[in-house]
């Protein structure tokens, strides 16, 4: 969860709720402890895992009270559900303009968020283990956002590929035939990871260049946007 609402705005360019993602925090802690508590109690008495039924009645007690850490928890997953449709309805609200909402200490939170095709429109300077938090320190807390005046070169970056979704699809299809031992659709499974993998292997042009145009136009944007 710290890492969801972390990593949320550099990815998606706004910040989480943070009173539904409080109230979530404190349902899934509370509740885990709630939950799985009574069922370490119950192990060290005898009960084992995976049973299909019980006559121990003294277990009974033990056993409703991690049922009620299980609602808790349900709470908690509720809580985070409406956290995510909350900010992404009230999202113009929450906007980072700055691409660094949590006064970072590594130099990703230096770009834009979201970010950018690219890593960095000029490549950073690095002289210290947290670059971008020394160099905030050096300028008083703020580091200058200014564009400095230099001529931005064209990069490369590689094209976009579907080839992670149609792999895991197959590797889905070969994992439920395993499964079930269903042999034919194994190795129709293996024959389309193969196919795909062969497919990727032999496409022409892996990359496209962003022109020094567009880098330079999404920069002043970008500046622009702190600005405001």
């Known amino acids: 969860m710290a890492g969801f609402n972390y990593w949320f705005p550099k990815a998606f360019g706004f910040t989480l709720d943070e009173r539904w993602g409080r109230a979530s925090f404190w349902c899934w802690l509370v509740g885990f402890y709630v939950a799985f508590m009574p069922l370490y109690v119950l192990g060290l008495v005898g009960m084992t895992r995976r049973m299909q039924h019980y006559d121990n009645l003294a277990w009974q007690p033990w056993l409703l009270l991690a049922a009620v850490g299980a609602v808790i928890i349900l709470f908690g997953i509720a809580c985070q559900i409406m956290q995510l449709v909350v900010s992404i309805r009230d999202r113009k609200q929450h906007r980072d303009l700055t691409g660094d909402p949590w006064n970072g200490r590594t130099l990703e939170w230096s770009t834009a968020s979201p970010p950018p095709a690219w890593n960095f429109a000029a490549l950073p300077e690095v002289s210290a283990i947290d670059a971008y938090w020394t160099r ?30 149609v792999t895991a699809f197959f590797a889905v299809v070969i994992g439920f035939a395993l499964i079930w031992h269903i042999w034919w659709l194994a190795v129709l499974g293996l024959l389309g990871v193969f196919t795909t993998l062969l497919v ?27 600005a405001r």
């Open 136 to 165: 905030k320190q050096y300028t008083c807390g703020t580091p200058d956002q200014s564009i400095p005046a230099r001529a931005y070169r064209p990069i490369e970056v590689p094209k976009n590929s579907a080839i992670g979704v």
């Open 200 to 226: 990727f292997a032999f496409r022409d042009g892996e990359e496209i260049e962003i022109s020094a145009e567009q880098i330079a136009r999404f920069e002043r944007h970008a500046q622009t946007e702190v």
